[in-house]
Every structure is written in structure tokens, then in C-alpha cells.
């Protein structure tokens, strides 16, 4: 799908197992992260976010978690199922004051059933 | 509540021609944000509307503009048109243009520049 690089990290697990999927984000100012989720032919779709002043968030079998003194996010998904497969992104907001999202390169999560 | 939404979703256009795109907001959102997605690039950012008034720009040529409607409706143009140019564009909504603002991406306007 139009996600997919030529170097895209890829994920794969078995269905029932926890993924844990890293990003390292570039501007140490940047205090809004998000999290999202791309299926072959679809838009971004929104899963988590969190503000720099938590460093762990949880949501339906999600968990983000934030760590400002190496600029490093994770997404954990318990009990990964089929359709969690997709490519995951994180995303920086590193407009000043104003709108600006700077995505990674993103990570491809295949799950086997 | 409706999605966001983009028309066309899929295009087809010639070097040299221009395009227009188009974005309705989810409804209440007032904030609109333009992102290029292409497999070597990723996705990047190209402008934000806010109240009519594009508030940030990305680093790309004149060639792509935009513009915000009063209803919050936003549309995009690319002119001149390169083969460089084909690619996924996302349209997103927000609330308002606070920095900590969730962005909601629409399902995207599929270029091909032959």
C-alpha cells in the first residue's frame, strides 16, 4: 500500500502475543505525540497520544509509553490479533504553537493467526 | 459524526496539468491540515488552515497552494504538475489549531502523474 517504504521495518508476531513497536522522534520541544495506524488503502487512523508531561498512557489493549530523555515513544498492543496488522506511525507535533505533525519512517506489524 | 472526507479518491492527470482537491472537515472541526504521503518520502506535511488563514506551510514549492472556505471546507492545488507530484494526499481535521490538538485523517486523494 502507499505506506509501505522500500526500508520499512517490519513486526511480525503470532496472534495472542504482545507487540511492543519503537520510534525515536527528532525534536527535544515536541511535547504531543500520537499514534497511528494505516490498513492498505485508508487514511491514518488515530489509536493513542500523549503529552509530554506523562511518560504512560493505557488504552483498549494499548499502552503508550514515553521516555523524553532519549526522544524515545513506544506502542505496546496486547494480545495482538489479525486485524492489528498494518503499518504503525508515530507522530511528533512540532509546529510552534500551531499544527504541524512530523511522522516516522513507520512500522509494519504482520500477525499470523 | 461523519469522517473526514476527500474528493476525488482517485485521479489521473498529465505532466503539465493542474489539480484541485478537496476537503470537508469532520463537522465542528475547524482546523485543516494538508500531508503528501509518498513510499520515499513518507508522509510530510504541507499546510494548515485555521479561520481561513493558512497558519503553517511545509517545505514545498509554490506549485501546491490551498485554501480555506467560512464552512471550514478546504481545498488544495497543484499546478504545473510533476511526475514527482503522485502521491497519497491526507487531509486531517482538528477542533481547533492548538498544538496538542488531535489531527483525524481523511482517507486520502490518490494522484497518479503520468
Known amino acids: 500500500g502507499e505506506s509501505v517504504g522500500l526500508h520499512l521495518p517490519t513486526l511480525s508476531v503470532q496472534e495472542g502475543d504482545n507487540s511492543i513497536i519503537n520510534c525515536a522522534y527528532s525534536?527535544?520541544?515536541?511535547?504531543?505525540f500520537i499514534w497511528y495506524k494505516q490498513e492498505s488503502g485508508k487514511g491514518p487512523q488515530f489509536i493513542i497520544d500523549i503529552r509530554s508531561n506523562m511518560d504512560k498512557r493505557q488504552g483498549q489493549r494499548v499502552t503508550v509509553l514515553l521516555n523524553k530523555t532519549v526522544k524515545h515513544l513506544s506502542l505496546q498492543i496486547a494480545a495482538t490479533q489479525p486485524g492489528d496488522s498494518a503499518v504503525y506511525f508515530c507522530?511528533?507535533?512540532?509546529?510552534?504553537?500551531?499544527?504541524?505533525?512530523?511522522f516516522g519512517t513507520g512500522t509494519r506489524l504482520l500477525v499470523s493467526p | 459524526k461523519a469522517g473526514v472526507t476527500q474528493t476525488p479518491r482517485y485521479l489521473i492527470k498529465t505532466r503539465g496539468q493542474q489539480v484541485t482537491l478537496s476537503c470537508s472537515p469532520i463537522s465542528g472541526h475547524r482546523s485543516v491540515s494538508w500531508y503528501q504521503q509518498t513510499p520515499g518520502q513518507g508522509l510530510q506535511f504541507l499546510f494548515e488552515?485555521?479561520?481561513?488563514?493558512?497558519?503553517n506551510k511545509g517545505n514545498f514549492p509554490g506549485r501546491f497552494s490551498g485554501r480555506q472556505f467560512s464552512n471550514s471546507r478546504s481545498e488544495m492545488n497543484v499546478s504545473t504538475l510533476e511526475l514527482g507530484d503522485s502521491a497519497l494526499y491526507l487531509c486531517a481535521s482538528s477542533l481547533r489549531d492548538s498544538k496538542q490538538e488531535t489531527q483525524y485523517f481523511g482517507p486520502g486523494t490518490r494522484l497518479l502523474v503520468l
Open positions: 507522530a511528533e507535533n512540532a509546529g510552534t504553537g500551531f499544527q504541524k505533525l512530523v
Open positions: 525534536n527535544s520541544a515536541s511535547d504531543y
Open positions: 488552515y485555521f479561520s481561513e488563514t493558512q497558519r
